[in-house]
């Protein structure tokens, strides 16, 4: 069965898109997905991009833009109040979504993918938070809130993300994405070939159906 290698940052827009797009994509072929959160904070400050460094027309168009993939989707987007939004904790809170039922889980490629519908339904659930509800996803009670509403003990996965294995893997999923080349978000692998930008979601499938 083929995977997908969907590096994500909560705090990009067009993650969120990509987040229901591509297993929908997934699906259609027979293949899964592997979410690798991706901490986009960290890996600008090696490369000096500032997200907030655009001309207003640009960032007006870009806004757009998205509502424009939300009217495609049907996903109920809205721009939030607090752009960009600190997401550490609730990437590491994914990342300890293992845990949860294998408190002895190593936090590697092999044990996200096991857990690939467990993940799917939190993050989901976490980008709908913000990028639909205009909550603070920084908040352990909002993240609490998410992974009890995706039927997870939610206390326990905010203690979870805060430990020092989350953390740890947080950081080397991040070393990795950087040393495969990754440069932002939303990035898909298939195999060997990079992809990068939910628009790129057609040269994904193409492949997928291909293969």
């Not at 207003?56 to 049907?74: C, I, M």
């Not at 509800?133 to 997870?152: K, L, M, Q, T, W």
């Amino acid at each position: 069965m083929q995977t997908v290698d969907f590096y994500f940052d909560y705090s990009s827009t067009n993650s969120y898109f990509a987040a229901f797009m591509l297993p929908e994509s997934c699906a259609r072929h027979g293949a899964r997905v592997r979410w690798l959160p991706l901490h986009l904070a960290a890996l600008f400050r090696g490369t000096g991009f500032d997200v907030m460094a655009m001309t207003p027309r640009k960032a007006r168009y870009l806004w757009r833009d998205h509502a424009r993939y939300a009217e495609f989707t049907g996903l109920s987007f809205r721009k939030p109040s607090r752009f960009p939004m600190k997401t550490a904790r609730a990437l590491r809170a994914t990342l300890a979504i293992p845990m949860l039922s294998d408190p002895g889980a190593s936090l590697d490629d092999e044990s996200l993918l096991r857990h690939e519908k467990d993940i799917e339904r939190f993050a989901q659930g976490v980008f709908r938070a913000y990028w639909e509800c205009d909550e603070d996803i920084a908040s352990p009670g909002v993240i609490e809130a998410v992974a009890r509403e995706s039927g997870f003990d939610g206390e326990r996965l905010v203690e979870l993300a805060d430990s020092p294995a989350a953390r740890e893997a947080l950081a080397s999923l991040t070393q990795i994405a950087i040393d495969r080349g990754v440069f932002g978000a939303p990035t898909f692998f298939v195999g060997d070939e990079m992809f990068w930008g939910k628009d790129r979601l057609d040269f994904v499938e193409r492949l997928l159906k291909r293969e």
